[in-house]
């Protein structure tokens, strides 16, 4: 019973595949390149995510560096 399901699961993705690929081609054709202006916006709101993101990676870092100093009791 489980080969019969597998074998309708393999041929329902393989019939799928056209379809698929059509509709990727439409897309495709509706892409275009984007202006100068528009990827340096684009280019810049990426730059800017990624920086926010490290500044908040490195804060974490700091505070995680720093604050279990004040917990950990030394051994003397």
């Not at 799928?16 to 990727?24: A, E, H, L």
């Amino acid at each position: 019973m489980t080969e019969n399901s597998t074998t309708d699961n393999v041929k329902e993705g393989i019939s799928n595949i056209g379809p698929t690929i059509r509709s990727y081609f439409r897309i495709l054709k509706l892409a275009r390149k984007p202006s100068r202006k528009e990827f340096l916006t684009i280019a810049k709101v990426a730059a800017l995510g990624i920086l926010a993101i490290g500044i908040v990676g490195f804060l974490f870092y700091v505070l995680m560096d720093i604050i279990p100093q004040y917990f950990i009791p030394l051994r003397v």
